[in-house]
């Protein structure tokens, strides 16, 4: 029997030097940024962290809060047939210490993408926030190289 339920996910997304941290999941094969769900009474922040630290050895020293994703292109139905509809509170984090290990039982590898250069195989779930992040970050890198001039 297949279930639908709806989740809040917190996530962030690592950036430096014009580069995302994406990580290769482990069930779908696809590729994302690191976070999960929140645990029954966490706050959102500290699992964001934690998603962080669980899934790609970094700790974030601080999180900017992004921005929040939610309504039907947040819906998503894992390899095993259940479907969820997911509130994504999504961070943005470029201050960050740690040595890159990705998780054994969920992520298949860790790698840096040039932000223009980012894998078409992307999770579908979290198109929404990278797409616009991406989006966000090179309009301020022209807006930055425009005053420079």
């Not at 809040?8 to 950036?15: K, N, T």
């Not at 940024?33 to 964001?48: P, T």
């Not at 292109?73 to 740690?98: A, K, Q, W």
Request: charged residues 30%; proline residues 4%; negative net charge.
């Amino acid at each position: 029997m297949k279930n639908f339920y709806q989740s809040c996910g917190a996530s962030v997304i690592i950036y430096k030097d014009n580069k995302v941290l994406l990580q290769q999941r482990k069930d779908n094969k696809c590729w994302g940024y690191a976070g999960g769900r929140v645990e029954y009474g966490e706050v959102i922040e500290a699992a964001a962290k934690r998603e962080l630290l669980e899934e790609t050895g970094l700790i974030a020293n601080k999180i900017v809060l992004f921005d929040v994703f939610s309504g039907p292109e947040m819906e998503y139905t894992y390899p095993d047939g259940n479907t969820v509809s997911i509130i994504d509170i999504v961070y943005l984090c470029n201050d960050f210490s740690g040595e890159l290990k990705p998780q054994a039982s969920e992520v298949l590898d860790l790698k840096w993408f040039d932000m223009e250069k980012i894998p078409e195989n992307l999770s579908p779930h979290i198109r929404p926030a990278l797409s616009r992040f991406l989006e966000d970050f090179i309009k301020r890198s022209a807006e930055q190289q425009k005053s420079r001039l």
